[in-house]
């Protein structure tokens, strides 16, 4: 954990991963944009996103983003990455104001190679990349 930007979120970020109904991991994305860049901010939520699919064997169009606007169990910075056949899950975002800028946290069923997400994350977004394992 030497290498970790942010100890308390990487705490609170492995704390939910704890054992449920599937194995999670977990990506911190570090961004260096502000709240009134939320536009660049939801593009960098879909790369992720669309990263995390792939990675995990899915096909990135065949997967939607489900915001919860209708549902009191999501806050307005909680996302998840679905599939279109089976409205199965893909990944969960929160997008985390902290410091001036945000953190994007995503989990996901464990499986896919951790080291080789955080790269693409890292080399496709430009932001710093904490693997969070479960």
């Known amino acids: 954990m030497e290498d970790v930007q942010d100890p308390e979120l990487y705490q609170r ?4 991963l704890e054992p449920g109904e599937i194995e999670l991991d977990g990506l911190v ?8 860049a939320d536009v660049e901010m939801q593009e ?6 669309d990263l995390i699919a792939e990675h995990a ?15 009191p169990e999501f806050a307005s910075n909680q ?7 089976d409205d199965g899950f893909v990944w969960e975002c929160q997008q985390l104001l902290r410091a001036g800028s945000y953190d994007l946290v995503f989990y996901f069923e464990s499986g896919p190679d951790l080291a080789a997400l955080a790269a693409a994350v890292s080399e496709d977004t430009g932001f710093a990349t904490t693997v969070v394992e479960g």
Do not use: F, I
């Open 13 to 16: 970020t492995a704390a939910l």
């Open 79 to 85: 996302h998840q990455g679905k599939t279109l056949a």
């Open 57 to 71: 064997g899915h096909d990135p169009t065949d997967t939607y983003v489900y915001s919860g606007n209708d549902s």
């Open 29 to 36: 994305v570090h961004t260096d944009l502000a709240s009134e």
């Open 44 to 49: 960098a939520t879909l790369t992720v996103g």
